[in-house]
C-alpha cells in the first residue's frame, strides 16, 4: 500500500500519511524504525505495511518493506 506524508515529527518520530483516497493513517515510532528510515518530508511518497488496521512498518517507495514476523 502507498501513501503520503501528511505529518512527521522528527524527535517522537511518528506522523501520518494520507492514502489516495483521502484516508489519513497515523504511525507510531516503532512502525517508522521498522521501515529502516532517518527522516520523512511533507509531500514524501512511502510504502506502508498493515497489521490490522494499524501500520507496521513505512519506507521509501523504493526500499523494500520488512518481512512479516513469522
Do not use: H, I, Y
Not at 501528511?6 to 511518528?14: I, L, M, V, Y
Not at 494520507?18 to 518530508?41: I, N, V
Request: hydrophobic share 45%.
Amino acid at each position: 500500500m502507498q501513501g503520503t506524508v501528511k505529518a512527521f515529527d522528527a524527535q517522537t518520530r511518528s506522523g501520518s500519511v494520507l492514502l489516495d483516497d483521502g484516508t489519513e493513517l497515523p504511525f507510531d515510532a516503532e512502525a517508522f524504525a521498522a521501515g529502516g528510515l532517518r527522516l520523512l518530508r511533507f509531500g514524501q511518497r512511502v510504502n506502508l505495511a498493515l497489521d490490522g488496521e494499524r501500520v507496521s512498518a513505512v519506507t521509501l517507495s523504493t526500499f523494500p518493506l520488512p518481512a512479516p514476523p513469522a
